[in-house]
């Protein structure tokens, strides 16, 4: 024998099953304001973003220190610039060879670029004692055609750049600066034979009468 269930049984199970279930609302408050009918709720920020966010803060913080403030970083376009200088001071290394020659250094003299490189190192090493133009201070004039070393040529201006003259507190420059950096910074001191600027007087001897 067979039995059946109720037709008012079967259709309430049938309501109840198809009735959506309800979704407690999560333990936070509800925001005032409202768009287009939607609410949102006042829940806090997940762990990692706010880790992130700071984390991001305190290295900000150290960059602009850093680049901007201490004087220690190198901007993008400082390192540019010295990676141009280095692939100047390269190329001219294979034009002229290892060997300095008084021809090589009347070469580089003529270079603009090399020679703007060279007066940044003369700004760096030797603006202190020779001036920002070579007019001469605590050393002597560059520019006055009298030299106490030498005879004023190329290789002797590099000898003394390369050398130094430790009894006058000039350090050897060799010890310091790479090998093309101190050619290129006796081709330079080399272009201001001539101009005459005021400044020291002159010491040792003048050119033309050697």
């Given at each position: ?141 560059l520019t006055d055609g009298s030299f106490i070393h030498g005879s004023g ?58």
């Amino acid at each position: 024998m067979t039995t059946s269930a109720a037709p008012g049984h079967a259709a309430a199970e049938t309501t109840e099953s198809s009735e959506p279930s309800k979704v407690e609302a999560p333990n936070a408050s509800v925001l005032e304001h409202e768009y287009d009918g939607i609410r949102e709720y006042d829940n806090p920020l997940p762990g990692w973003w706010v880790y992130t966010f700071w984390a991001s803060f305190v290295f900000s913080v150290g960059y602009l220190f850093h680049f901007h403030v201490s004087g220690n970083g190198e901007s993008v376009a400082e390192a540019y610039e010295t990676d141009m200088a280095s692939a100047r001071e390269e190329r001219a290394k294979q034009a002229h060879g290892q060997k300095v020659t008084e021809e090589g250094l009347a070469q580089l003299s003529q270079d603009p670029a090399l020679m703007a490189d060279a007066q940044a190192i003369f700004g760096q090493r030797c603006v202190m004692c020779h001036g920002a133009r070579g007019e001469g201070g605590i050393g002597p004039n560059l520019t006055d055609g009298s030299f106490i070393h030498g005879s004023g040529s190329l290789l002797d201006i590099y000898a003394t750049v390369s050398n130094g003259v430790p009894a006058k507190g000039m350090p050897a420059w060799s010890l310091q600066l790479t090998p093309m950096q101190v050619s290129e910074l006796a081709a330079l001191v080399g272009t201001f034979q001539g101009k005459n600027l005021p400044g020291k007087a002159p010491e040792g001897t003048p050119m033309n009468a050697r």
